[in-house]
């Protein structure tokens, strides 16, 4: 015997929130990558459980949601910290001195390259040029360009994020 739902109970299930982002968007294949900024804007990151379930509601395959979702580098698959630091590795910047910047960094937050801190608090990345060149090593602190960045005033970089 089929199951049926009264009103009550579809008003109290509550539905995946990734199924309702999709759904705002109509399911367009189109739209995945919105769908993924919007997941990401929501939940704070993509989680990986969730994108069969975006596959499914967009009729897209698994291994396409999976890598347009890795693909790209500000997609988060799991929880980042309270801040991210996104510092540049590109060629300008390691002649700058990027490279110490990333060793002082790593040092400061006892954090790998790529990790977050045990705390929590910051999640430390690696990005590839941020078009300030000139100014290295650059770097992105919460969304924010920060310039001529050296390995003295990470300290300082570090006790801005409360
Ligand atoms: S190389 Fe670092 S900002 Fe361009």
Do not use: W
């Not at 939940?43 to 967009?58: D, Q």
């Amino acid at each position: 015997m089929a199951k049926t739902h009264t009103i009550l109970d579809l008003k109290s299930s509550k539905a995946d929130p990734v199924v309702e982002i999709a759904a705002r968007y109509n399911n367009r294949p189109d739209a995945l990558l919105e769908i993924l900024h919007d997941v990401q804007h929501e939940l704070g990151h993509v989680p990986e459980s969730s994108l069969p379930a975006i596959a499914n509601a967009l009729n897209i395959s698994r291994a396409e949601a999976y890598g347009v979702a890795t693909f790209y580098h500000d997609f988060h698959l799991k929880p980042t910290g309270r801040h991210v630091i996104k510092i540049c590795r590109a060629e300008a910047c390691q002649s700058a001195g990027g490279m110490q910047v990333i060793a002082a960094l790593e040092k400061a937050l006892k954090v790998k390259l790529g990790g977050t801190s045990s705390d929590g608090r910051v999640t430390l990345e690696a990005v590839y040029c941020l078009g300030l060149c000139p100014m290295g090593p650059a770097a992105l602190v919460d969304g924010k360009p920060k310039a001529a960045i050296k390995p003295s005033t990470v300290d300082a970089l570090i006790k801005e994020l409360v």
